[in-house]
């Protein structure tokens, strides 16, 4: 399967202790989001990379989260100290530059539970 | 700034009836408009998207949807509900010419089918 894989699939954590997701977009794609998902809600943006750049962070992304996309292939998505709120599914989705806005292909996602 | 309201949480219809899912946008700019599904325990994926061409949008599995400017709807629509269908449905709205972040994901409509 060619498609956005992520790793883990499921983390259960302890508050306080350090997680770090993985994203593996589609090869050929450059652009490459992270999304957080919590129970009863849509997707919200977290950060965006262009290749290796960082291009936009949400202000959701506090101090405690990290991302980086070293070679403009794969991306982690690092949270210092979490804390419970932090529980919830982190999605990674990747797009080509010049296809249509919007349509991105989204991995299966990350679910984070912190205790 | 952008925002979308899915009107329904949930919506339950009998295998064979029409689907009706309802979205309604705000945007500054000329939107493009998509809906996404998720099934359980899978990635999002692109069902049918809007970018200012032909208003009445065909998607996959036989759904589609239709722009309307002067309502600022964008509703979701099947003819016949199949047992598959059953899923968490989101509407997105994106503005903007470039491939950044812009996308705003409604909150979600869970389609139930029942036999």
């Known amino acids: 399967d060619t498609g956005v894989s992520q790793d883990p699939r499921h983390k259960i954590t302890k508050r306080g202790q350090n997680v770090t997701f993985r994203c593996d977009p589609i090869?050929?794609?450059?652009?490459l989001y992270w999304y957080r998902q919590t129970l009863g809600q849509g997707p919200e943006f977290l950060t965006y990379?262009?290749?290796?750049?960082?291009?936009?962070k949400s202000r959701l992304l506090s101090d405690r989260f990290s991302a980086e996309r070293p070679k403009g292939s794969f991306s982690t998505l690092e949270i210092q100290r979490t804390e419970q709120g932090d529980s919830a599914m982190y999605l990674c989705?990747?797009?080509?530059?010049?296809?249509?806005?919007?349509?991105?292909?989204f991995g299966e996602g990350s679910r984070l539970t912190v205790l | 700034a952008q925002s979308v309201t899915q009107l329904d949480s949930h919506v339950s219809v009998s295998e064979g009836t029409p689907v009706l899912l309802r979205c309604n946008y705000s945007?500054?700019?000329?939107?493009?408009l998509f809906w996404y599904v998720q099934h359980p325990n899978k990635g999002l994926q692109l069902l049918l998207k809007?970018?200012?061409?032909?208003?009445l949008v065909k998607g996959i599995n036989g759904f589609e949807a239709e722009f309307k400017k002067s309502e600022t709807s964008f509703h979701l629509t099947k003819p016949s509900a199949h047992m598959s269908d059953a899923a968490e449905y989101f509407c997105v709205v994106s503005e903007g010419d470039t491939g950044r972040r812009a996308l705003t994901f409604g909150s979600g409509t869970r389609l139930q089918v029942q036999p």
């Open positions: 809007y970018t200012s061409a032909a208003t």
């Open positions: 989705a990747s797009s080509l530059a010049g296809t249509v806005r919007g349509e991105l292909f």
């Open positions: 945007s500054s700019y000329s939107p493009s």
């Open positions: 090869s050929e794609h450059n652009r």
């Open positions: 990379f262009q290749n290796e750049a960082q291009l936009e």
